[in-house]
């Protein structure tokens, strides 16, 4: 089975930036979408951003949209979300995992831990 292991996360001032890392476990993460999701306290998981198996087509919410960039790594079986010009209302915990690319949804019930993202007024 499959695991996901987010890491990155932490406590930054509004305006600033971190980088978050998804290492992902088994042989099929080059041929799967990926995505970022994010839950905040008292409200549902939401999707933040995709990547495509070749890493060729992006898509991104509207509220993360041109200062968000999702990337990834093959090789490492790694996907990362930079993460610019924080926002307080980015604070949540960010989770990835597979994408159905149409609907923009997990493709698979096996969550990881999550990494907590902080951001201060």
């Known amino acids: 089975q499959e695991q996901l292991a987010e890491s990155g996360g932490g406590l930054v001032q509004a305006g600033g930036s971190l980088r978050l890392s998804c290492a992902a476990s088994?042989?099929?993460?080059?041929?799967?979408?990926m995505g970022w999701f994010r839950q905040a306290p008292g409200k549902e998981r939401e999707f933040v951003a995709a990547i495509a198996s070749g890493g060729g087509m992006r898509y991104y919410a509207d509220s993360v949209k041109g200062r968000f960039i999702i990337s990834r790594d093959n090789g490492k079986n790694t996907v990362y979300l930079q993460m610019n010009s924080l926002k307080p209302e980015d604070t949540a915990v960010y989770y990835c995992n597979k994408v159905r690319w149409g609907s923009a949804s997990a493709a698979s019930d096996a969550w990881g831990q999550g990494t907590l993202v902080t951001v201060s007024a």
């Open positions: 088994g042989r099929t993460f080059s041929s799967s979408h």
